[in-house]
């Protein structure tokens, strides 16, 4: 199990060090100069020529990204081009206001989509589970800006119990937050159990139907031990993945929810910082999110293999 850990994580530093590469790369083929968007369309050859003299830019490719790769490990994200301000200031933040949003949401939705899953599969077939499959294949399928404007419409416009923005401050009490938070968690906690919840069922029903199950069915085992015991710890491995792919979602894809209730978070930063052509801030919430994707996976591997049943019986012969 050692070795498969530590394999698994030599494997993420590198992936990590040519995600950073592609970054870098991807951030260096965009269109347009950055010294001259950055100064506008007004500035003079003089100041842009010192403006990319100050930024590095006349440096080769390979001294810059050696430069901000080292700057990284030591925890320096570099300077902001527009508001020259650190970008671990400007991260921090929004950093803290994503991951608050994708844990309560991940608090939330995950366990809500193990129960609802766990009891589709189980009564497979039945009235329950064709019209629970339907309103979640349903609400798996319908974009995330068309449930937010729907429940802005309802709790913000017609009832009035909710804000429409999602406004914190640095100073908010628990109610301002959780008034703030209430609209965009709703908004994500019902798509992500809908994702996960349809996977559950599919991955619950097919393991309910393996012949270890149907052994355990003719040797009288109850049918509560079958599906938490049996079921359920064959089903962590592919259930970690879904979790984890859904979590990474949680931190780098809600921008479209980010953007409809103006909530500022990492993802909302990004988007200015394009529009901007701000790169080190680009730089920086691009590796974030493809380094929460890869952390997510090697985290979702590793439990795979502790739960695999065969991992384990191996193990165990080995040791005898």
Same mark, same amino acid.
């Given at each position: 199990?050692?070795?498969?850990?530590?394999?698994?994580?030599?494997?993420?530093?590198?992936?990590?060090?040519?995600?950073?590469?592609?970054? &870098?790369?991807?951030?260096?083929?965009?269109?347009?100069?950055?010294?001259?968007?950055?100064?506008?369309? &007004?500035?003079?050859?003089? /100041?842009?020529?010192?403006?990319?003299?100050?930024?590095?830019?006349?440096?080769?490719?390979?001294?810059?990204?050696?430069?901000?790769?080292?700057?990284?490990?030591?925890?320096?994200?570099?300077?902001?081009?527009?508001?020259?301000?650190?970008?671990?200031?400007?991260?921090?933040?929004?950093?803290?206001?994503?991951?608050?949003?994708?844990?309560?949401?991940?608090?939330?939705?995950?366990?809500?989509?193990?129960?609802?899953?766990?009891?589709?599969?189980?009564?497979?077939?039945?009235?329950?589970?064709?019209?629970?499959?339907?309103?979640?294949?349903?609400?798996?399928?319908?974009?995330?800006?068309?449930?937010?404007?729907?429940?802005?419409?309802? &709790?913000?416009?017609?009832?009035?119990?909710?804000?429409?923005?999602?406004?914190?401050?640095?100073?908010?009490?628990?109610?301002?937050?959780?008034?703030?938070?209430?609209?965009?968690?709703?908004?994500?906690?019902?798509?992500?159990?809908?994702?996960?919840?349809?996977?559950?069922?599919?991955?619950?029903? /097919?393991?309910?139907?393996?012949?270890?199950?149907?052994?355990?069915?003719?040797?009288?085992?109850?049918?509560?031990?079958?599906?938490?015991?049996?079921?359920?710890?064959?089903?962590?491995?592919?259930?970690? /993945?879904?979790?984890?792919?859904?979590?990474?979602?949680?931190?780098?894809?809600?921008?479209?929810?980010?953007?409809?209730?103006?909530?500022?978070?990492?993802?909302?930063?990004?988007?200015?910082?394009?529009?901007?052509?701000?790169?080190?801030?680009?730089?920086?919430?691009?590796?974030? &999110?493809?380094?929460?994707?890869?952390?997510?996976?090697?985290?979702?591997?590793?439990?795979?293999?502790?739960?695999?049943?065969?991992? /384990?019986?191996?193990?165990?012969?080995?040791?005898?």
């Amino acid at each position: 199990m050692l070795s498969f850990i530590l394999k698994r994580v030599l494997q993420t530093i590198v992936l990590l060090l040519a995600v950073s590469i592609l970054v &870098f790369i991807g951030c260096e083929i965009l269109p347009g100069d950055v010294a001259q968007v950055a100064l506008g369309q &007004f500035a003079t050859e003089d /100041n842009v020529r010192a403006l990319r003299l100050e930024l590095g830019l006349d440096r080769p490719a390979y001294e810059r990204y050696l430069s901000w790769l080292v700057g990284i490990l030591q925890g320096d994200w570099g300077q902001s081009i527009t508001t020259k301000t650190p970008v671990a200031t400007m991260l921090s933040e929004r950093l803290w206001n994503t991951g608050l949003l994708a844990l309560v949401t991940t608090v939330v939705a995950v366990p809500l989509a193990l129960v609802l899953g766990l009891l589709m599969a189980v009564g497979a077939g039945r009235t329950w589970d064709r019209s629970a499959s339907i309103v979640v294949l349903g609400l798996s399928a319908t974009p995330e800006f068309l449930i937010g404007s729907l429940a802005v419409l309802l &709790f913000a416009v017609q009832l009035r119990w909710l804000p429409a923005v999602a406004y914190l401050s640095p100073g908010s009490g628990f109610s301002q937050t959780a008034r703030a938070l209430f609209l965009p968690v709703l908004t994500l906690v019902i798509v992500v159990t809908a994702q996960i919840a349809r996977m559950t069922r599919a991955i619950i029903a /097919n393991l309910l139907t393996q012949p270890f199950v149907e052994m355990a069915v003719l040797k009288g085992v109850p049918s509560r031990r079958i599906v938490g015991v049996h079921a359920l710890i064959n089903a962590v491995g592919p259930l970690a /993945n879904i979790v984890a792919l859904n979590i990474a979602y949680l931190v780098s894809g809600v921008v479209v929810v980010e953007t409809i209730f103006a909530y500022p978070g990492l993802a909302g930063l990004m988007i200015n910082a394009v529009q901007a052509r701000d790169l080190p801030v680009v730089q920086a919430c691009a590796l974030i &999110f493809c380094a929460t994707y890869v952390i997510m996976i090697l985290v979702a591997d590793i439990l795979a293999h502790l739960y695999d049943p065969r991992s /384990n019986a191996q193990a165990a012969m080995e040791k005898l």
